[in-house]
């Protein structure tokens, strides 16, 4: 059973269209994250829900949008998608949203703009 | 074999000897770190963590030291395997958020 799970593995799509990605953890936690990885494999977080409501908005397009329909999914839906989108998306997940968790990841969806 | 310094970010090690992986952090009110391993195509894999009330953890052939005083943390992996090669990155929590180091790839020489 994988713990968080992302959907698509990989996504490949045109500039200006609108796409969303998908994640779900069983492992109960309250808290859930997005993180983009780019080419130089820095990983940045994006957002973060905890138990549905949302804690972390860094500063990210508000072509971007999360939702969180329970607290077991937490899905990303992209706007007017850009060139400068492709990238790696991790969704993450974390027991709460206390300082002293480890955060456990999916394996991410890459996202390639043409 | 040794990344020395702050942070480089390649390590090349011999099958069989010790790994030091370097990383320095940012703010001094971090309060705990991780060290994650990550795998081509895979996502981060925790590997293990420390609080800044400690200086060293130590886990199944890895160990995690923590120097404050300077913003320093270091990963060690005993008896390095073919199986470590990957990059690893350090983060430390501070106010809910993960901020992650810029990774060090890890490759292992048979």
């Known amino acids: 059973d994988t713990a968080v799970s992302q959907t698509p593995k990989y996504l490949v799509t045109q500039m200006g269209n609108d796409k969303s990605i998908k994640c779900e953890q069983n492992l109960g936690h309250d808290t859930m994250y997005w993180y983009k990885q780019d080419s130089k494999k820095f990983l940045k977080i994006m957002f973060s829900y905890n138990n549905k409501e949302l804690i972390i908005n860094e500063t990210v397009p508000n072509r971007f949008s999360p939702k969180s329909p329970d607290k077991a999914h937490l899905n990303l839906h992209i706007n007017s998608l850009e060139l400068g989108d492709s990238a790696v998306y991790f969704c993450?997940?974390?027991?709460?949203?206390?300082?002293?968790?480890?955060?456990?990841f999916g394996d991410g969806t890459r996202l390639s703009i043409l | 074999g040794e990344s020395v310094g702050l942070h480089l970010p390649t390590l090349s090690v011999q099958e069989g000897d010790n790994s030091i992986i370097n990383c320095a952090y940012s703010?001094?009110?971090?309060?705990?770190f991780i060290w994650y391993k990550q795998e081509s195509g895979k996502g981060p894999q925790f590997i293990i963590d420390i609080r800044s009330n400690m200086d060293k953890r130590q886990g199944q052939r890895v160990t995690v030291l923590l120097n404050k005083t300077v913003k320093h943390l270091s990963l060690q992996i005993a008896a390095t395997q073919p199986g470590d090669s990957a990059v690893y990155f350090c983060?430390?929590?501070?106010?809910?958020?993960?901020?992650f180091g810029a990774g060090t790839t890890v490759t292992v020489r048979a």
């Open positions: 993450a997940s974390s027991q709460d949203r206390r300082s002293n968790q480890p955060q456990h």
């Open positions: 983060a430390e929590n501070i106010e809910y958020k993960l901020s």
């Open positions: 703010n001094s009110a971090s309060d705990y």
